[in-house]
């Protein structure tokens, strides 16, 4: 099914894509939470099965990725290993194993025309994920829509298309052996990439909403050239910020690990900021455990005072996503110097204080307006499955329909019932 | 203020509107809700106070449109009595009854790291709302926004542009008397149509929100040009589906109301369906109500064997919104066949059953997928005052991020608290 005939314009392909999405949507909207469950459970087990012909085909573009010269880091998130795959068969469990969101009511209420009044959730319809060359999120990406009773439309990264065909085919089977429609999820085959144009396009509506997954130059098209709605997240400029009533010690391993856990995800800490009135306690501790770990440390010019061998931050500083092992510091005023400088700075994506003041806490908590803040605890928490969500297929920072990890709930909508005895508007 | 100076560019006047709702915005989403609520308050004393005058300036904006050969409607749709201020008057006066949605926690869990997770609601922001000649959008949508902790920019029709600038300066004098931002409400004073392509364009991202209220010319524009989020309705091609086992007397009371109670309003009904295993029994009466209230009837095959004054009905019938006394009538087979009838052509709107039979009517309301479902209910019930949200800034029928009536609480976004002791990532 689906796959690109030659003399098929690649248009017409992705119409026909959409239109079976549209098709598998209507049946998916009612389909049995069970049925679901079975489905994405099947999956697993099929991944489980494969996993010697999985690894065998990524290899194989791994090697070709790397005789085309790309990056250590791109090839690193193409990679799979043993360990990767189990990792996505637990992420399907989990997702499997989350409420079925469908026909939940959120909210039930009566007039005094006498109309009883229910809010349930639905399906959205329809999802279009666009990703780089990550295989494990063709999997966590479908399975969380098709969760959440949606039809979903991949398109990933041409680089390791073949693995992530491997890995749908194995998802695929479990949506037909569940009686689910098989178009419930589709993949995306030809690299051509005029067929990202056409998703974008919403495919004559049958879109309903694009996620794209990726760097920054993937967001940023989407964003620019959707015509269907978009739920995306852009940079993840997250803060730290140490007050005065700060436990050093939390605020020590709290700063390392928001930094150095790993420095290419998004909910990674990218700017510090420290409180002036104990900067002198703070500071040696934290830049002696940051540097210990390999972080470079670029520091404004209070931190320049104090400490010579910090690198002089520029404007520019507090504007970048490192995504690498480097910090950029700066001295604030108290927790409304720190609310300030996140106002101005961030991209509203996480933010951290660090204090044993309670109050101060509570003020950074309500004041401070990103998607996720954290009180104590390090941003690299921003995390769907931390969340408790099953997993996440992004980390949403726009201020519509979701913010913060989406998840399976994130992806519902949800519709009125009205229920009466023949009421009339006067 | 914001008076646009002759030698200042549309662009500027525009761009700096955007920065002065972005500074009031992030005011708004901490001010205390009872100064809201009296700012409502307020406002809706001053109408009060200025009644005279504003029907004064209303009556020669109405005179002018009329010398000007506008359509009854349209004048219509403009004109101001005293009993509309009235109205407005009390729907200010609900939207500042309503609940603060601001810092209300929609969901608590905690999870097995410790961490302690809240989501809670804030404002979207800053919300544009673009709308034809109606001046009482002005005040309910300003109102609706404000209630909701959000900054609001209006750009009303430009027939009766000083109508809704006097409306508008008893708001923001309401705001302003009450310790809120002045520029939490404002109103652009050109009627320079390049005003509205700038505010489509986002104001350099200080638009968060974009909705359009007004005829379909009007939402297509912004629906196609927009480049913020936008929150609207397309057509509501409503439709009424008398089932087999329906009472005959609410069958005729709930198509008559929900046709011809108002049939200007997005809410009325524009297709009658009618099971063909009943058909003898229910269409004499119906018809007759319809008939005798002055509506005019167009009618399948089967309805125009059984009754000759019925108009052929084509098939563009089942795509229009008539938005007048004129109804279409199709003959289905039983609530499977109102059901494949309404996923065909309806809009996704408003649909209503009328039926005794439960199980029926729980097909129908959850195996419809349109923003309203009701049951034994007119569809005219389709209104956020109706739902008890106060009053809405319009009816929703996409898929994402509300759904149906928009009122107070659909104007909110939210974000995550997460509360912790020291939590690192391992």
Not at 306 to 331: K, M, Q
Not at 332 to 344: F, L, P, Q, T
Not at 385 to 407: C, D, K, M, Q, S
Request: hydrophobic share 40%; glycine share 8%.
């Amino acid at each position: 099914m689906n796959t690109l005939d030659k003399n098929m314009s690649v248009s017409a392909y992705m119409n026909d894509i959409g239109a079976k999405a549209r098709a598998a949507a209507r049946v998916m909207a009612s389909v049995p939470g069970e049925h679901k469950t079975a489905a994405l459970r099947a999956a697993a087990q099929t991944i489980g099965e494969r996993k010697d012909d999985i690894l065998a085909i990524n290899a194989h573009e791994v090697e070709a990725a790397i005789e085309r010269g790309q990056k250590a880091s791109f090839v690193d998130r193409m990679t799979l290993t043993r360990a990767r795959i189990d990792d996505i068969i637990n992420a399907l469990g989990e997702i499997a194993a989350q409420d079925d969101p469908v026909g939940k009511v959120i909210r039930k209420w009566s007039r005094p025309s006498g109309l009883d009044f229910e809010r349930v959730r639905t399906p959205i319809g329809v999802i279009a994920v666009i990703y780089e060359s990550r295989p494990n999120v063709t999997v966590d990406a479908a399975a969380i829509a098709v969760k959440a009773g949606n039809a979903v439309i991949l398109r990933g990264g041409s680089e390791c298309i073949s693995t992530s065909k491997a890995l749908f085919d194995c998802l695929q089977e479990g949506l037909a052996s569940n009686g689910l429609p098989e178009c419930a999820a589709q993949f995306i085959e030809t690299p051509d990439r005029a067929a990202v144009g056409e998703l974008l396009s919403g495919l004559d509506g049958h879109v309903d909403l694009v996620i794209p997954r990726g760097g920054k130059s993937l967001i940023a098209r989407v964003q620019s050239d959707a015509r269907a709605p978009v739920l995306s997240h852009l940079d993840g400029i997250c803060h730290v910020y140490l007050d005065r009533d700060a436990d050093i010690r939390k605020a020590v391993d709290i700063t390392l690990n928001s930094k150095m856990r790993r420095t290419g995800v998004c909910g990674a800490a990218e700017t510090l900021l420290i409180d002036r009135a104990r900067l002198d306690e703070i500071w040696p501790p934290v830049a002696s455990a940051l540097r210990e770990a390999g972080c470079e440390l670029r520091g404004d010019e209070t931190i320049q005072k104090i400490d010579s061998n910090v690198i002089p931050a520029s404007e520019e500083d507090w504007r970048t996503e490192y995504l690498a092992p480097i910090l950029s510091v700066a001295v604030v005023d108290g927790v409304a110097g720190a609310m300030a400088h996140i106002e101005k700075y961030s991209s509203a994506h996480t933010e951290a204080i660090v204090t044993e003041n309670q109050k101060t806490a509570e003020a950074f908590l309500f004041g401070v307006d990103s998607a996720i803040i954290l009180h104590n605890a390090s941003t690299q928490y921003a995390d769907g499955g931390e969340f408790g969500l099953g997993a996440e297929i992004g980390i949403a920072t726009g201020r519509l329909h979701a913010r913060g990890p989406v998840g399976v709930e994130e992806l519902t909508s949800y519709k009125n019932i009205v229920r009466g005895s023949g009421q009339v508007r006067p």
